[in-house]
Structure formats: structure tokens, C-alpha cells
């Protein structure tokens, strides 16, 4: 990355608008250069940063946050939420936008982010869309389970955003789940305010619906549904998002 960009992007802002970009990330080197690339591209004409949080990687996730600029946090919990409350700590914007290391967003998700704030909203989200090919039963299973969910109003952890004031109110992500935090981080939002998902959906990975067996994806989600909170509150059977496997990438 050219280092006068990263200059140029964090520029003094006119508006007062500061936005803390946090991506926790765990062996990402693959999905990480894409995701950071397009955060710099998309909020160009805002003052900002990007924060990576390394949580635990033995690959070159750390150096990649670095090359881009990133302010660079590393931790070793292997936790999702406390991987993003570090983030946070770390973080001077007054706008926290929240964006997994796997996930592409543009222009319009941090301008709606941005727009959504100033007119009230508590914080909000997008709704996603999965990159490349997934098998049908995947294609499937992805619009079903998106449609029910964003249904409800529910922000995605691969992409959400709120203050800081508003962060800081609800007490940040609650670090005794290790999934669906982001579930009981829009219920606390919603709390105190309108919870807006942006129209554009963001682009996250879909290597989850290539790398696992449909019937693995259904029999862990059901364990997530049917076990409440205390099915997440560690890490057992959530081997999917905490086992470290990645998608071998072609080319």
C-alpha cells in the first residue's frame, strides 16, 4: 500500500466525524488485504482508521494490518467479542463501524452508517451477501436463514456500527458468549434508540457454505437455536467458527 494514502485518508476532519474502523481477525491473511482495501477505499473523504485486532494468529495477519496502515492490538483470547471490545478500547473515533475480517464493504455502508447516526438511529447494520460460488443447498439455506433473521431487525457481526457514546452506554460486546454476541449487542442498541439495516447488502465470504457439509451447517445452527445462551457461552460445539480452518484460495 502506497503509506501517502493512509496519510491523505486520516486527514483532519471538517465535520467532526472521526470513524474507528475495528476488524478482529484470526489467520486471515487470505480474506484480510481485500477487506482492508476496500475499507480505505470506501471511506475515502472521512477522516478515519482501521483497527485490527490480531487475535492469536500464527500467519501473517499482524504484518498484513501493518502494510495497510492499521493501528495494530493483539490479544489471545480467541474470542470474537472480547477481540472486538479491544478493538474498541483502542479506538479515538466517535463512530465505531465493526467489520469481520472476511467481509467487503463500499462507499454507501459507511456513508448510510454515517447518515443513519446523525438522524437518531442507536446504531445499525447491513444485511450480506455471500462472494463467489456456493453449492444450491448453501444458496438455499443463505436466503432462508437471512431472510428470517434481518427479518427481525438483527444486525450481522460481519458488519455493525454505533457510537462510541452508544457503545460505551451498552457496555460493549458481552464477553460471556462466544457466538450470537452480536444478537445481544443489537438488543441492548435497540434499547436506547432506532436500529437501522442498511439496504445495500455488504459482501462477506461464503467459505463456510463451501468448506462444510450441509448437514453440519444445519445440525450446529439448530445446536445454536435449541441451546439458548448457554450453548454459547464457550466454545464447545462452535468448531466452525473457532476450529481455524480456512479456504484454500485458487490464483
Not at 470506501?42 to 494490518?65: C, R
Request: proline residues 4%; aromatic residues 10%; hydrophobic residues 40%.
Amino acid at each position: 500500500m502506497n503509506p501517502a494514502s493512509a496519510d491523505k485518508a486520516t486527514e483532519p476532519s471538517t465535520t467532526g466525524i472521526v470513524i474507528s474502523f475495528i476488524v478482529p481477525a484470526y489467520n486471515e491473511e487470505a480474506e484480510l488485504p481485500g477487506t482492508l482495501r476496500a475499507i480505505r477505499s470506501a471511506a475515502t473523504g472521512y477522516e478515519h482508521e482501521i483497527v485490527l485486532v490480531n487475535d492469536g494468529s500464527t500467519d501473517a495477519t499482524g504484518p498484513i494490518g501493518e502494510e495497510f496502515g492499521a493501528l495494530l492490538i493483539s490479544i489471545e483470547r480467541r474470542q470474537i467479542a472480547a477481540a472486538r471490545n479491544a478493538g474498541a478500547a483502542a479506538a479515538r473515533g466517535n463512530i465505531f463501524i465493526f467489520v469481520d475480517a472476511d467481509t467487503r464493504i463500499g462507499p454507501e455502508h459507511v456513508r448510510g452508517a454515517v447518515e443513519a447516526l446523525e438522524s437518531g438511529c442507536a446504531g445499525g447494520g447491513a444485511r450480506l451477501a455471500t462472494d463467489r460460488e456456493i453449492p444450491l443447498w448453501g444458496r438455499i439455506f443463505f436466503r432462508v436463514f437471512t431472510t428470517l433473521y434481518f427479518g427481525l431487525n438483527l444486525g450481522a457481526g460481519a458488519f455493525l456500527f454505533t457510537t462510541r457514546g452508544n457503545f460505551l452506554a451498552v457496555g460493549g460486546f458481552d464477553e460471556i458468549y462466544f457466538a450470537s454476541e452480536e444478537i445481544f449487542f443489537t438488543t441492548a442498541l435497540k434499547r436506547l434508540g432506532r436500529f437501522r439495516l442498511l439496504r445495500e447488502p455488504a459482501m462477506t465470504s461464503g467459505r463456510k457454505l463451501r468448506m462444510y457439509s450441509g448437514w453440519k451447517i444445519f445440525t450446529r445452527s439448530l445446536s445454536l437455536i435449541f441451546g439458548g445462551p448457554r450453548g454459547v457461552m464457550s466454545r464447545k460445539k462452535l468448531d466452525m467458527w473457532y476450529g481455524g480452518e480456512r479456504e484454500k484460495r485458487i490464483g
